[in-house]
């Protein structure tokens, strides 16, 4: 099978359209400095690219794939973000990504006891889920957060401490008998004169 070096970081197994029966593994002998921890192997088709589990031994890369393609070694340096969307007494939720590598793991801590959480990778969401509906959720919280390079975010808040509340933008136009807001239509077009 055809290995197609483009720049050392960039190249091309195969072609894409040609399926593979089973997965294959892949050694290739690269150019250059990695950094074993943060340089992995991503499937690249458009915009899009899929993390391949990347074992490196010095300057040689090992790689599985499900299918044929274009590939690249890529460089994963930034952290994955948190942001909060509830925190209280009853429920724990956190919307988390991360730009390229993909979120490996992630903790909740409440006051140091271990509170579980579910994930809905599709939504990017994780929250809180009780083993006893009468827990409540009181102290210190600590979340970190982990990617498939290693970089990890950490959130830390008192449960005492509300969210700040969300700015609403102020709709232009007026509000129909439904709440929707109406648009006044203005005719551009001036009315020429009969003469």
Known sequence: MELNDRNGKSFQIGQSTVPLAEPIEVEYK????????????????GNARRLQKTEWDSNRVKFRINELGDFQILNDTIAPIIHPVIKN???????ISDNLAGIKSFRAEVDGKYVLMDYDF??????????????????????SVVDNAGNE??????????????????????????GKTIKKKTNSRKKSKKK
């Open 30 to 45: 690269t150019k250059g400095q990695f950094n074993p921890s943060k340089d992995l192997v991503y499937n690249v088709y």
């Open 89 to 95: 007494s009853n429920k724990l939720a956190f919307r």
């Open 122 to 143: 599709k939504r990017r969401l994780i929250w809180s889920i009780k083993s006893d509906s009468t827990e409540t959720f009181v102290g210190d919280l600590k979340l």
């Open 153 to 178: 975010s950490t959130y830390e808040s008192n449960m005492d401490v509300p969210l700040p509340t969300p700015k609403l933008k102020k709709s232009k136009g007026k509000p129909s008998k439904k």
